[in-house]
């Protein structure tokens, strides 16, 4: 900090979704002036649901790791505003599959169900199956400290993490170095070969999916009534409460900086704005290669940005129907099951998807009705050239893929189809057009072997009052990173100032 700077520093905030809602809210508990630019005119980002033939449609929550207390992600999303006064649904199992050879097989979020019913169903692969849910009960017991910064963690703090927290590091040492894809190729049993060939996408690490039934093991991984939303609704009000400002419907195109520093932004009209220090919240590849010069910018992070897999784009569908899908059992995950026919688009090829049937969630849709939603890994490139080369074919696409999604439920939950109140497909231009994010990339970077390796920087050190926040710079993706990103770069800028960080504001 340079001695001009006011005591009341001016924080902007590039990007309005979660990581740039939990960077403003506690930049106001520290008492900074911030305002957070959104290029849409609405906050969100990829966590957003919006409004379709009287239902609201959900368009990213299916569960909220920390909605329990015991954590510090609990702690976090209630300083967040999140959980008071909410309510969480806790399912009973993650993911139910059908279509199987030996019949349905629904995975219990317990751990203790969850191996009776792998045994009962494998038997030939038992030392697997033992391996697996003990991988399970030890991150359930986990509770690795997300209260600050890694970087401001000392020695002795990591001594007493690798001291208390050896079991489960160890266990993401050894499973976070194997990929789903392999890990089911490992099953003798066709029906577990296809259950975690198809539960995620085949590149993520089986560390990241023991941890997360490992929070849902331990009651931490509830969903919120309302969806994303409602969640949205929460933050964006905690925030406004602590009298943060926000610029809607301004895209920042370039950062501002003099002598080493950043010193605001610069919008897409032109408007130069100040700033003592600026968050990115937003598409990390447009920071690197179009807001900065590759001047500033540590070699090591265009070499991670080459290295890392990102997430895929995806196709969300999402359909209203006049049924209530009795007889239904919900899953966190939902219902995986074989499709009418085999969608292939460009490189991805969907045998099987699984539908979110929100039966459990009255507020998203009207009485006697229910949402459904799918997502499928989608062709960033496959799209943008079909819509390249004929904008009608593009859409003569969306409808096939719709309506294969529409008939397979339809042969799951007979005279389904003839109920419909609505259907849409978002493709990755669509996620591109909302978030910015490259090639429409749901969730920044994969959960890959390789990720598991890499720490990717936060800021650089040719140049100070920059810090980088969400996504893309904690592999994995998901809402806690986004949250704890958000407010790691205030835990930073608190520390540049030598002030002392304060979690909740001063009464």
């Known amino acids: 900090m340079t001695p001009s700077t006011p005591q009341k520093p001016t924080v902007a905030i590039v990007g309005g979704g979660i990581a740039g809602l939990s960077a403003g809210i506690f930049g106001r508990i520290n008492g900074f002036d911030t305002t957070i630019y959104e290029t849409n005119g609405k906050l969100g980002g990829v966590c957003s649901g919006w409004e379709r033939s009287g239902y609201n449609v959900n368009g990213s929550v299916h569960w909220l790791v920390g909605s329990a207390p015991g954590n510090d992600l609990y702690e976090l999303w209630k300083q967040l505003g999140v959980i008071e006064g909410n309510t969480f649904y806790n399912h009973d199992a993650f993911v139910e599959f059908r279509d199987l050879e030996s019949g349905p097989l629904r995975l219990d979020t317990d751990a203790d169900r969850l191996e ?17 849910t003990e991988g399970i009960r030890i991150m359930a017991r986990s509770d690795f400290p997300l209260d600050r910064s890694f970087e401001l963690l000392n020695p002795w703090d990591w001594t007493k993490i690798l001291f208390r927290e050896f079991p489960a590091i160890r266990t993401m040492a050894h499973w976070g170095s194997m990929s789903l894809g392999d890990f089911a190729q490992l099953f003798k049993n066709r029906d577990l070969r296809t259950v975690f060939q198809h539960f995620w996408t085949p590149e993520m690490n089986v560390a990241f999916l023991m941890m997360q039934f490992g929070y849902a093991s331990a009651g931490s991984a509830g969903y919120p009534l309302g969806g994303s939303a409602a969640l949205i609704e929460r933050l964006e009000h905690r925030y406004r409460t602590l009298e943060g400002k926000v610029a809607l419907q301004s895209r920042v195109s370039k950062i501002a900086i003099h002598n080493g520093r950043a010193q605001g932004i610069q919008l897409s009209d032109g408007t130069e704005i100040e700033a003592d220090f600026v968050v990115t919240a937003c598409d990390g590849h447009s920071v690197l290669y179009s807001m900065l010069d590759p001047e ?3 070699p090591e992070v265009f070499t991670a940005y080459e290295i890392l897999k990102p997430f895929p784009s995806l196709n969300f569908f999402s359909a209203g129907f006049r049924s209530t899908f009795q007889g239904y059992r919900p899953s966190i995950a939902g219902l995986n099951v074989a499709l009418t026919e085999t969608l292939e688009l460009g490189r991805y090829a969907h045998p099987r998807t699984a539908f979110n049937i929100f039966t459990f969630d009255p507020t998203l849709a009207p009485s ?18 079909l819509y390249r080369r004929e904008p009608r074919l593009y859409q003569a696409e969306r409808e096939r893929v719709a309506r294969v999604l529409i008939d397979s439920l339809d042969r799951t939950f007979p005279d389904t189809a003839p109920s419909l109140d ?10 591109r057009n ?15 072997p390789e990720a ?28 806690p990173p986004a949250a704890y990103t958000g407010r790691d770069a205030i835990q930073l800028i608190c520390r540049d100032l030598g002030r002392i960080f304060d979690f909740v504001e001063q009464i």
């Open 116 to 132: 009776k019913t792998l045994l009962d169903r494998a038997p030939e692969d038992r030392e697997l199956i033992l391996k697996f």
């Open 296 to 298: 500033w910018i540590d």
């Open 368 to 385: 006697g009705r229910t949402l459904v939603t799918a997502m499928l890994d989608a062709d960033y490139d496959y799209w943008d050239e």
């Open 422 to 431: 609505f259907a849409d497909l978002a493709t990755p231009l669509t996620y």
């Open 434 to 448: 909302w978030t910015g994010n490259h090639k429409g990339s749901y969730e920044g970077w994969l959960p890959t």
């Open 452 to 479: 598991m390796k890499l720490q990717i920087p936060t800021h650089f050190t040719r140049l100070k009052g920059l810090y980088m926040a969400g996504h893309w710079v904690a592999p994995g993706g998901g809402m």
